[in-house]
């Protein structure tokens, strides 16, 4: 609108001028005159508003956790006397791991001279990524609205780690596995419990041979022990960008993620020794302490996964399948539903570990994109289910409307 404006006032102007030129009319050089200095002084107005303006972002917490309000407010002040008029801020807020913006504007009418105001806009809750706020843009004009100007203030911009939402887990209840001591665990003298047998390796100490385990299959065959109470898992995330399906927060990597580290978290706090790994531009490998929460590192890293990775959870399971120890408990959170990943899962399991697929339907949240593709093919979510609980795993499935809380605890397999 202002542009129409400025346009058809330099139109009139420039009439009136040819008009006076050629009648040589006094009247019409001083109004043509006239109209050519209000534009003047509309530009300097413009160009005057905008200064003296001091504007300060109110401290912006460094981590938020997905979910949470993010702060939008702003302290403008006028260190001028005279009142600044029709100011317009724009905050501006981009989230880089995600790829989404969006602006939030609000009009300021008049700045009294040598004050200050508080602007709060509309708080918006964060999602999860790096979130950068600003920097503000400031838009400025005439009290005609012929000029505007406008200028970024680099001084406003502040970036936002926000870490993955954490869904509570009142208990968990972990798939049981087959172990190759028939099911037995018995005390061991030095205060270990007996955890599962395997053939002997060099080196081993020969107090620890099963003789009668040993004598049965022809072969030495030594136990093998761990402490009390401490027990080791490993939830595997997979970011494989062909197993992402569906948009946004309701898409299938935002439910892997919540899964993954709410699952990490619980299970370190039960006592187990936690490996969470996941394959994007590397392999990633963080270790959780037993009763111990996410440490600030490893949110940080899963805050800015994009789920880009190449590498498929069957490869991964089937590389890390000589580092998982006897009874280890493998939590794969995943949309794959290859048949690649069901053979991994059932070598897991004839060897006694035991795994527990957290399988997010890619069907259900292939719907979920604003142009919903058909996901890959392989088997359906329920081949997977019921050929990977037939071998003993443990199959939770997830969809875009399901409570992660409830299917992630204690309660039936879903």
């Given at each position: 609108m202002g542009r129409r404006k400025l346009t058809g006032l330099i139109a009139t102007t420039a009439l009136f001028y040819v008009i006076a030129v050629a009648n040589d009319r006094l009247a019409l050089y001083v109004l043509a005159w006239t109209l050519a200095s209000l534009l003047l002084v509309a530009w300097a107005l413009a160009r005057f508003n905008g200064h003296g303006v001091v504007i300060e972002r109110h401290a912006v917490p460094p981590r938020l956790r997905a979910g949470e309000p993010l702060p939008l407010a702003l302290n403008l002040t006028n260190l001028g006397s005279v009142p600044r008029t029709n100011l317009v801020l724009a905050d501006r807020v981009a989230n880089l791991t995600r790829g989404s913006h969006a602006v939030r504007s609000v009009l300021v009418p008049v700045l009294a001279g040598e004050s200050t105001v508080r602007l709060e806009t509309e708080l918006v809750p964060a999602r999860r990524g790096r979130a950068v706020l600003g920097p503000v843009h400031v838009v400025s004009g005439d009290p005609l609205g012929f000029f505007e100007t406008a200028r970024d203030l680099p001084a406003t911009q502040v970036e936002v780690l926000v870490h993955p939402r954490l869904v509570p887990l009142e208990a968990v209840r972990a798939a049981g596995g087959r172990g190759d001591d028939e099911g037995q665990r018995r005390r061991a003298p030095s205060g270990y419990e007996l955890h599962s047998i395997r053939e002997y390796q060099h080196g081993d100490d020969l107090r620890r041979v099963h003789w009668k385990a040993s004598a049965r299959l022809g072969r030495l065959i030594v136990r093998e022990y761990e402490q009390p109470g401490v027990r080791e898992a490993v939830v595997l995330l997979d970011l494989d960008e062909r197993q992402v399906h569906g948009h946004g927060d309701h898409g299938s990597l935002e439910t892997a993620v919540t899964a993954a580290a709410s699952l990490a978290e619980r299970l370190a706090l039960l006592g187990h020794q936690v490996r969470l790994l996941a394959h994007e531009g590397g392999l990633r490998e963080s270790l959780v302490a037993p009763r111990a929460r996410l440490s600030g590192v490893l949110l940080d890293e899963l805050a800015l996964v994009e789920g880009k990775g190449t590498v498929s959870a069957a490869a991964l399971l089937a590389q890390q399948a000589d580092r998982l120890r006897p009874g280890t408990l493998v939590v794969v959170v995943?949309?794959?539903?290859?048949?690649?990943?069901?053979?991994?899962?059932?070598?897991?399991?004839?060897?006694?570990?035991?795994?527990?697929?957290?399988?997010?339907?890619?069907?259900?949240?292939?719907?979920?994109?604003?142009e919903p593709a058909p996901p890959p093919g392989g088997l359906t979510a329920d081949e997977v289910r019921r050929r990977l609980r037939g071998a003993g795993a443990r199959v939770t499935l997830l969809e875009p409307t399901s409570e992660l809380s409830l299917c992630l605890s204690g309660g039936e397999e879903s």
């Open positions: 995943t949309a794959s539903t290859a048949p690649e990943l069901a053979r991994a899962v059932e070598t897991l399991c004839a060897r006694g570990r035991a795994v527990w697929l957290v399988l997010l339907d890619p069907a259900g949240f292939a719907l979920t994109a604003p």
